[in-house]
């Protein structure tokens, strides 16, 4: 198969990330965010935010992170982070599909890719810190714009908020700042 029609092959997969939905809600809305707004969401965070990382990033990198870390769950699906009853450790399954998802694309760019994933998911660059950062701090706008919204929905006690946001710390003190303030001002209200 040539190089472009493998390419293609994997652009028509990855639209079966618009088909999964989150438990999030768009910002004061009703209405579920699909991975692909998520992501999508995150790359403008990350252009618009950079300049608040604890330290320098190579912006583009973070941008391939965010925009490729959810694509396992177009056979993984997707797990609410802040589940109260499922663990959200499904690394192993997450791995085999980046491995056939991205092993559509020619061999460079899919080691590529998934040498990316890796690194988000294991969060120990820099550039992933701040990729994950933009993963956890956006439910918190989304939940503050929906009074508790899925916190309140599914009764997330503020321990577990705290404890599944505090990655937002290692990408961005400024912005983690800012979600401590948000995250008490929303419980003083639920």
Known sequence: MSTLLQQIAFIKEI????????KTRLFNSDRHENDAEH???LAMMTLVLAEHSNVGIDVLKVLKMVL??????????DIFIFDTTKNH???????????RIFGMLPEVQATELIALWIEFEEGKTNEAKFAKAMDRF????????????????YQVPKEKVLDKTKPVASGSKAIWE????????????L
């Open 15 to 22: 639209d079966k990330l618009k088909y999964i939905q989150r």
């Open 39 to 41: 992501s999508w969401h």
């Open 68 to 77: 490729i870390h959810d694509i396992v769950e177009i056979d993984s699906g």
């Open 89 to 99: 450790d499904n690394t192993e399954e997450e791995l085999k599909a980046a491995k």
């Open 138 to 153: 956006e439910p918190i706008l989304q939940n503050a714009s929906n009074k508790g919204g899925t916190w309140r929905e």
């Open 178 to 189: 800012y979600s401590l303030n948000e995250i008490n001002t929303l419980f003083k209200t």
